[in-house]
């Protein structure tokens, strides 16, 4: 039996793929340690001829990708719980089990929303490029006047998922009031948090922070636009750890630079990688390279949980945490 080609398209952490090293698999090569994704004709070429791909979200799985692959390919198991990246119908077409990694990145996502969340509305991000920049300063009774969470602040989480959940226990604790969309807004440990359950519409004009946590597909794309932030109160924040095409960069610019609204802290971009220069330009604007579910035990979780899906499909069981085609 000749052994299978796993094509893993990133260097990843630690031992996280000894999952594939099991007698039943062959060892797995590492792709080359380098900084940069693959190039296009690199993931085109890197996974011809191969059974199983360990891909992450910034690879673009679609049809030219599969054909590439050949019929041979059984599964793409995406390093991550989102899966925009991939082209779910093309998967089914060709009969390619897709999987990715949910719930063990619910606490780390949530720790830099909260992380993010309070850099925004206490600027500390902005404090802190303050007193790099040299000026000469005092203690002043006006200076760095932020939003304080614990009085109360009203957080909109929309979409309450796993993720927003997590993130609902930690605002609750911060002493926060929570308005929540989402599957899991009626659940008892909404209730016992104190959420109260509501529409995107409805949760607008009555909250301090939006926070978003819904996945991103066609009806989720620019989810929050002009007349979304139109309906957000004056002077009220947007934060952003889920994808960055919900948001309508330019609207964010354009209710930021009028006022109307009073900062925003990204951790994903519409246009990833690119960041959108007039929110570069705004001390108000808190800005982070994607890095969520960059914890040490989290990305080791996520590399292990997407290995194991591969073995148990190449072992020709079930995958563990299979994304419905
Ligand atoms: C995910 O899991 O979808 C994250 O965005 C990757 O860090």
């Known amino acids: 039996m000749t052994a299978p080609h796993i094509y893993v398209t990133r260097s990843l952490p630690g031992n996280s793929l000894s999952a594939l090293h099991s007698n039943e698999l062959p060892a797995v090569e590492s792709p080359p340690d380098t900084p940069e994704p693959p190039s296009r004709a690199e993931l085109l070429s890197g996974v011809a001829g191969a059974e199983a791909v360990l891909s992450m979200v910034t690879d673009r799985i679609d049809a030219e990708f599969l054909e590439a692959a050949g019929p041979q390919l059984k599964i793409v198991a995406n390093m991550g719980v989102g899966y925009d990246n991939i082209d779910l119908h093309a998967a089914a077409q060709r009969a390619v089990t897709i999987t990715n990694t949910p719930g063990v990145l619910d606490d780390a996502v949530a720790d830099l929303t909260m992380g993010l969340l309070l850099g925004s509305v206490r600027r500390i991000a902005e404090a802190d490029r303050f007193i790099r920049s040299g000026t000469a300063w005092t203690w002043g009774p006006r200076d760095f006047v932020g939003l304080d969470v614990s009085a109360g602040a009203v957080l909109g989480i929309v979409g309450l998922g796993r993720i927003g959940m997590a993130v609902a226990r930690r605002a609750q604790a911060f002493g926060m009031r929570i308005l929540a969309t989402g599957s899991r807004a009626t659940s008892e440990e909404a209730r016992a948090l104190g959420v109260v359950p509501s529409t995107l519409d409805d949760l607008l004009p009555h909250i301090d922070v939006l926070s978003l946590h819904c996945p ?89 949980l997407a290995a194991r899906n591969i073995a148990e499909v190449l072992a020709g069981r079930g995958p563990l945490t299979p994304v419905a085609l």
Do not use: C, K, Y
């Open 216 to 304: 991103l597909d066609p009806s989720t794309r620019h989810l929050i636009s002009a007349a979304q932030m139109q309906s957000m109160r004056p002077g009220s924040w947007l934060i952003n750890t889920a994808r960055g095409p919900l948001v309508d960069e330019e609207a964010l610019a354009d209710a930021l630079e009028n006022g109307h609204l009073a900062g925003a802290g990204l951790d994903v971009h519409e246009f990833e990688p690119q960041v959108n220069e007039r929110l570069m330009a705004l001390d108000q604007v808190v800005l982070l390279p994607h890095i969520g579910s960059a914890g040490d035990a989290t990305r080791h979780r996520m590399a292990t």
